[in-house]
């Protein structure tokens, strides 16, 4: 039986001088993803527009929340909170599961976390 030899596409480098004269090495895709995808992924980024939705991703990192507790951490209305969590939850970026009358929400997994915290090391250099 023959196997089948599947090759990984290709991942250019170059090297580069930033202002301070040190070297960088860039990665560069090997094509353009789909324009689907890219829209997809335009439509991420815009839920990470709101300071509020910030907030409520930064109160979730490492700890379950109910929408009570949300509000007190950062500082909203319930209202706000809620309506805010509807449009993360419809990013898949928070998951929630009931407990009795109380809704506790959490981030969906380790890939937003990750994006946070790599979000803010990249504002904090």
Known sequence: MAQTVVEEPTIHES???CSCGCEQVHETAPEMPD????YD??????????????????????RELSVGDLAE???????AVSHQLRTL???????????????????SDDHVY????QGMTHICE
């Open 73 to 79: 951490v950062i500082g909203a209305t319930q209202s």
């Open 114 to 117: 990750t994006m946070i915290a």
């Open 41 to 62: 992924l335009a439509d991420l980024f815009k839920v990470f527009a709101d300071t509020t939705r910030i907030k409520i991703l930064y109160a979730l990192m490492g």
């Open 15 to 17: 090297i580069s001088s």
């Open 89 to 107: 939850k419809q990013a898949h970026l928070v998951k929630f599961q009931r407990d009795g009358k109380n809704v506790i929400y959490s981030l």
């Open 35 to 38: 324009e689907e995808l890219l």
